[in-house]
Antibody, heavy 122, light 106 residues
Framework: QVQLQQSGPRLVKPSQTLSLTCAISGDSVSTDGNIATWNWIRQSPSRGLEWLGRTYYMSEWSHDYALSLGSRITINPDTSKNQFSLQLNSVTPEDTALYYC??????????WGQGTMVTVSS | DIQLTQSPSSVSASVGDRVTITCRASQDISNWLAWYQEKPGKAPKLLIHAASNLHTGVPSRFSGSGSGTEFTLTISSLQPEDFATYSCQHGHDLPFTFGGGTKVEI
C-alpha cells in the first residue's frame, strides 16, 4: 500500500521560504514518469484546490510548475531517502493554505499525503 | 488554463436518494476527468478516473460518465458516509485544475 507522509514547519514568516517534505513508502520517487509523477497541491478558501507543480523521472529528472508561482517554487526529488520536497520562496500571507503532496497515475491524484496547514505570519 | 464549472454548488439530499453532479470544462478534455470526495480534516479521496473508471475500493454506487466538455458523477443510493464535498479535476494538460466543489448535505 502506497503511503505519503508529509513533514515540515506549520508557521513561516513573510518573505521567508516554505519548506515541506513528502516521504514515500510502497513506491519509488524514481518510478518511470510515464507511470507516476510526484506533485504538490494546496487548498485555501479563496483559491480552492490548486496544483503547484510536480517532479518525475524519465531518463532524467524533470519538473513542471504552475506559472502563477513564477520562479518562487522548486520541487526536488531525494532518491537516497525516497522522498520529494517543496520549497516556496518569498512567501506572503496569500500563501497560507493546506498543502498536500500527491501521486498522479492515469492523470489523477490517487494517493495523497495527510496535509500540512501552513500559516504565513510574523 | 482549463476552467471546470460544477453544478450545483450544493445539494440537499436524504439517505437513499440518487444524486447527480455535473462538471463542465471550458474546452474539450476528452475523458481526462477525475472525481474526488472531500471531508473536513482529511485528504481528498479519488473516486473516479478517466471519466468513468471506478478507483480501487470505491463502492459501486458511485459512477461517472461523459466526455469532451460535460461530465457527471452519480451516487445511486446515498449513504450516511457520502455526505461530503465532491470535486472534479481535469488531467488533459498542465496545469491540472479542479472544479469549485459540490457540497452534498442533508
Amino acid at each position: 500500500q502506497v503511503q505519503l507522509q508529509q513533514s515540515g514547519p506549520r508557521l513561516v514568516k513573510p518573505s521567508q521560504t516554505l519548506s515541506l517534505t513528502c516521504a514515500i513508502s510502497g513506491d519509488s520517487v524514481s518510478t518511470d514518469g510515464n507511470i507516476a509523477t510526484w506533485n504538490w497541491i494546496r487548498q485555501s478558501p479563496s483559491r480552492g484546490l490548486e496544483w503547484l507543480g510536480r517532479t518525475y523521472y524519465m531518463s532524467e529528472w524533470s519538473h513542471d510548475y504552475a506559472l502563477s508561482l513564477g520562479s518562487r517554487i522548486t520541487i526536488n526529488p531525494d532518491t537516497s531517502k525516497n522522498q520529494f520536497s517543496l520549497q516556496l520562496n518569498s512567501v506572503t500571507p496569500e500563501d497560507t493554505a493546506l498543502y498536500y503532496c500527491a501521486r498522479v497515475r492515469n492523470r489523477a491524484f490517487d494517493v495523497w499525503g495527510q496535509g500540512t496547514m501552513v500559516t504565513v505570519s510574523s | 488554463d482549463i476552467q471546470l464549472t460544477q453544478s450545483p454548488s450544493s445539494v440537499s439530499a436524504s439517505v437513499g436518494d440518487r444524486v447527480t453532479i455535473t462538471c463542465r470544462a471550458s474546452q474539450d478534455i476528452s475523458n481526462w476527468l477525475a472525481w474526488y470526495q472531500e471531508k473536513p480534516g482529511k485528504a481528498p479521496k479519488l473516486l473516479i478516473h478517466a471519466a468513468s473508471n471506478l478507483h480501487t475500493g470505491v463502492p459501486s454506487r458511485f459512477s461517472g460518465s461523459g466526455s469532451g466538455t460535460e461530465f457527471t458523477l452519480t451516487i445511486s443510493s446515498l449513504q450516511p458516509e457520502d455526505f461530503a464535498t465532491y470535486s472534479c479535476q481535469h488531467g488533459h494538460d498542465l496545469p491540472f485544475t479542479f472544479g469549485g466543489g459540490t457540497k452534498v448535505e442533508i
